[in-house]
């Protein structure tokens, strides 16, 4: 099993920046493939990044990259999201999740945290 708890979510105006954080427990955890999603109101919950076990590969969905960066701490067990030029497309309820496998699909993932709110504002 695989606790996960995000924080870190806020309002925020266009251009600015936010990072979460995801505290992962759980005996593997750190052994985990970690994973980024977010849904805004009426849509299915969507893919944004992806990091590896030893954070060496990530990957982004293009609408993010080059503006967010994963990265993880093994040793804290903590995930983060650094976002930064956000834009009002950006507001969504942000998701952790874990995984044994590498994959961008979130019906592949095994444990997910509860969510933290993002709002940016035009």
């Known amino acids: 099993q695989v606790q996960l708890v995000e924080s870190g979510g806020g309002l925020v105006q266009a251009g600015g920046s936010l990072r979460l954080s995801c505290a992962a427990s759980?005996?593997?955890?750190?052994?985990?493939?970690m994973g980024w999603f977010r849904q805004a109101p009426g849509k299915e919950r969507e893919f944004v990044a992806v990091?590896?076990?030893?954070?060496?590969?990530?990957y982004y969905v293009a609408s993010v990259k080059g503006r967010f960066t994963i990265s993880r701490d093994n040793a804290q067990s903590m995930l983060y999201l650094q976002m930064n030029s956000l834009k009002p497309e950006d507001t969504a309820v942000y998701y952790c999740?874990?995984?044994?496998?590498?994959?961008?699909?979130?019906?592949?993932?095994?444990?997910w945290g509860q969510g933290t709110q993002v709002t940016v504002s035009s």
């Open positions: 990091i590896g076990w030893n954070g060496g590969s990530t």
């Open positions: 999740a874990a995984n044994p496998q590498w994959t961008i699909r979130a019906d592949e993932y095994d444990y």
């Open positions: 759980g005996r593997t955890s750190s052994s985990y493939v």
